[in-house]
């Protein structure tokens, strides 16, 4: 199913429940040099009914032109993920020097997860127990699941670009960011595995507005254009909710 027409049928196997969107484009840097986009766009999807949890949707999609030497790295992602404040779906397909490779993942009751990871016309299918994971990347942006990220010593990521997990320290701290010309107070957590510190900025909204990570052996820079208007319904709330039946997310070529 295309990318497009996979999200309409997500919205529509939801409906008649009402949506709000939020959009935050950031400016990626490279030794204080503007190498590339990401752009996030978060839609909410309020229960249609009381016994119903909210879900949101997550879509994600990055550019990087990057100078390396008398070579420019060339890197391209898009992903979507389907989330709940108990379960996460996603598809991320990312293609790095001429390389494409495609992961889809998906969270079980028990809190498994089933991965595939897909390149070069091989797939390959994995499973990991509840312990071995604690959160996807893809939970890293969303407003409400990122903050189970808050208050670990330590956490297991799943890495929905590779699909490998990666274990790090964390780190929490309060800070200021300026966003669109004005200060944002910020929790700032830094997750540190092996292959490079992830340190985010989020808002008391949860949303991530500027994130540092490691890229060719550089700290990539990226900061929020301007912080998005609030939702125009509902709130967000932390507490765990019931899952919903797992929904199987496809991708296209890029």
Request: hydrophobic fraction near 40%; charged fraction near 25%; glycine fraction near 8%.
């Amino acid at each position: 199913m295309h990318f497009l027409a996979l999200l309409l049928t997500l919205l529509g196997l939801l409906s008649p429940a009402r949506a709000s969107e939020q959009k935050i484009v950031y400016d990626l840097t490279l030794d204080g040099r503007v190498v590339g986009t990401r752009e996030l766009v978060l839609t909410y999807v309020d229960p249609a009914t009381p016994a119903d949890v909210e879900a949101r949707l997550v879509r994600s999609w990055t550019t990087v032109d990057a100078p390396l030497g008398r070579e420019t790295v060339r890197y391209r992602s898009r992903g979507t993920s389907r989330n709940t404040d108990a379960r996460t779906a996603f598809t991320v397909v990312t293609e790095e020097g001429g390389v494409t490779i495609e992961v889809q993942g998906r969270q079980l009751d028990d809190g498994s997860w089933a991965t595939t990871i897909t390149s070069r016309g091989r797939r390959e299918a994995f499973t990991h127990r509840r312990l071995e994971v604690d959160l996807c990347t893809f939970d890293l942006v969303d407003p409400v699941r990122a903050r189970r990220l808050a208050g670990r010593p330590s956490a297991n990521v799943l890495l929905a670009e590779t699909g490998q997990i990666v274990t790090g320290a964390v780190r929490e701290e309060r800070a200021a960011v300026t966003i669109g010309g004005q200060s944002v107070p910020v929790t700032r957590l830094t997750w540190s595995p092996p292959v490079g510190a992830l340190s985010m900025a989020y808002t008391e909204d949860g949303l991530l507005v500027a994130y540092e990570a490691a890229f060719l052996g550089k700290t990539l820079q990226a900061r929020a254009r301007a912080l998005p208007p609030p939702r125009d319904y509902g709130r967000i709330d932390t507490a765990i909710a019931p899952s919903l039946p797992p929904v199987e997310v496809e991708s296209e070529p890029l």
